[in-house]
């Protein structure tokens, strides 16, 4: 499960991408999330994969 935190300030343009990657590829990405946004959630099965990262990008000032 992913999302931005209900704690951020509201009064900001600030959002953030979620993106997970298995082995270098690209395996989820949310699109850009912001503190209303729902939570966003993915699944893999794991099995083959042999590293996996999670990144979140933001965007704001």
């Known amino acids: 499960m992913v999302g931005v935190d209900q ?3 509201s009064g ?3 959002s953030l991408t ?6 270098g590829k ?3 990405e949310s699109g850009p999330m912001k503190r209303d946004t ?5 699944s893999w ?5 042999s590293t996996g990262r ?3 990008v933001f965007h704001g000032h």
Do not use: I, K
């Open 26 to 28: 690209s395996a989820f």
């Open 7 to 9: 704690e951020v300030p």
């Open 45 to 49: 099965p794991p099995t083959g994969s």
């Open 38 to 42: 729902p939570y966003g959630q993915f």
């Open 12 to 14: 900001g343009a600030t």
């Open 18 to 23: 979620f993106q997970v990657l298995l082995d």
């Open 54 to 56: 999670l990144w979140a």
